[in-house]
């Protein structure tokens, strides 16, 4: 009887540890879809690998990657959404099978001190594991797209997104987008922009041959 109740109160304590790990103490959520704690790793990420640089102009705190990545999530189908919101999750609770070194080196990632968060980070690139490895830099493409992408930085960088208007032309008006039917199709032959080459784009005339 009471190995049954120690057993309970154990696990009791244990799940009550795990919600407090998982969910508390988290500042809200910066997008539907991104979690609490998604959401503060990826902050706290983009802090660790992007600080100041004087070529740029902000840097990864400044550069609002949770809402990058809340729309990054979006853009995804629900399969690969699931694989970059489990990766995230990894990372966030990764301490508990890969401690930080330091006092308190177990804590979720975004918990860890400015110092075992960079040691946590290097522990992972240069892993003997290569699953590992290749975790962190699937983590980063995703961060560095959006933090060289961000407004601010293209524009320090020279390299401003400029507005490109859509080459429309007649093939548009006749075939839907891949895998959807022909309802789909949003054009109309007023929306033609494409322009028709009025000459050929090698002029045979003064080449000295004769086409049979």
Known sequence: MIAGVFAVVTCLILLAALVRRGWWGYPPSEGDVLGRGESALVNAAGETLFPGHPGLAIDGKQAELAHYAESYLQALG???????????????????????????????????????????????????????????????????????????????????PWNIEPVICEADLLYPPIGQSRSAIRWTRSDLNAEVPRKPLRDSSNSGTTRP
Request: hydrophobic share 45%; charged share 20%; aromatic share 14%.
């Open 78 to 160: 629900p399969a690969q959404r699931r694989l970059i919101r489990a990766m995230f999750i990894l990372f966030e609770q990764g301490p508990l099978l890969f401690p930080a070194p330091g006092l308190g080196g177990f804590r979720r990632f975004s918990s860890l001190s400015p110092e075992q968060r960079l040691a946590y980070f290097e522990s992972w690139s240069g892993s003997r594991m290569v699953l590992r490895r290749m975790a962190f830099s699937a983590l980063k493409a995703v961060l560095i797209l959006g933090y060289f992408g961000h407004d601010e930085n293209l524009r320090a960088l020279g390299l401003d």
